[in-house]
Nanobody, 123 residues
Framework: QVQLVESGGGLVQAGGSLRLSCAAS????????MAWFRQAPGKEREFVAG????????NYADSVKGRFTISRDNTKNTVYLQMNNLKPEDTAVYYC????????????????WGQGTQVTVSS
């Protein structure tokens, strides 16, 4: 089992920044690919960013490329999502997820999920 706890969400104006954190406990964190997803009201959960177990490979949704950065610190069992130049359309609940394999964009292929953290961007 892996337990994931997100933090760092909040209310920010358009153009602002937030840094989300996801703290993991349980099994060996460094064995897992990690990803951030988000879900806005009335919409499906969508992939935002992913990072390999070593941190050497990252990938992003087109909508966030150049604005968001995913990183991880395996010594702290934590993955981060730095979000810059936020837009109102980034408003959603953000979830981190773990998968004991390569990172993919399909949410149904992830084994563990956090409870989510709300990000609201005002215009």
């Amino acid at each position: 089992q892996v337990q994931l706890v997100e933090s760092g969400g909040g209310l920010v104006q358009a153009g602002g920044s937030l840094r989300l954190s996801c703290a993991a406990s349980g099994r060996t964190f460094s064995n897992y690919g990690m990803a951030w997803f988000r879900q806005a009201p009335g919409k499906e959960r969508e992939f935002v960013a992913g990072i390999s177990w070593s941190g050497s490979v990252t990938n992003y949704a087109d909508s966030v490329k150049g604005r968001f950065t995913i990183s991880r610190d395996n010594t702290k069992n934590t993955v981060y999502l730095q979000m810059n130049n936020l837009k109102p359309e980034d408003t959603a609940v953000y979830y981190c997820a773990a998968r004991r394999s390569v990172v993919i964009t399909r949410p149904d292929r992830y084994d563990y999920w956090g409870q989510g953290t709300q990000v609201t961007v005002s215009s």
